[in-house]
């Protein structure tokens, strides 16, 4: 699929997290990849691994090619891109069951994406975005929203995850999380694309994947 490393679109829509493995891992090569260190849960999900050399290890030869995708990316497409890891690890988080190792693996993933893509979207796409009369307002929405998505992690952080509730919640979650992104893609993004210059979206998108992949490190 890297053949279509000129196409950015075409190489979003490769499947889950494999930009965001490269994108981590590209800023920190002198330590294992994420997927080389991958669980079960994560390794068997679509999209992941996906570009494994034939070691079996999480190939970078094309990550010449991957640099100059993130360096063309505007932010809309850097953020659909976190929002497709962040679909693909939802579906798969409520598909799992009781006190299990992948229900375990799978969640504090999800917690760990939504907290970096929390934190670099509000700071290179809301704080901006606020700045303007039309955007104001849903900026404010999408950020209200990320702390209701912050109190249901917490929730399942403090529920036993055997317990019929613990599901519950994740699938509340799950709701949450696809309503929030298809409002941001259907919404503000058309709002956004209308007050931000090119120049602007260019930037941002550099600022966001700088302050995800310095979030992500956090861990
Ligand atoms: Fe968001």
Redesign the pocket.
Known sequence: MFQDAENPRIYLNIGLQSINEKRVSLLKLSRPTREQMLPDALGNLPGVGSHRNKSGHAGLQASGGLLAIIKRMNIFEALRTSHETQRGLADALIKTSGDSKDRDVLFKELRTELAAH?AA?ERFFYVPLIAHDMTQEPSRH?IAE?HEMDELVEKLEKTDASSPAWIAVAKELHHKIFH?LKD?EQGIFQLAGKVLTEAEKLSLAKDYEGEFVSQRLKD
Do not use: D, N
Request: avoid cysteine.
């Open positions: 929390a979207e999408g990320h929030h941001e």
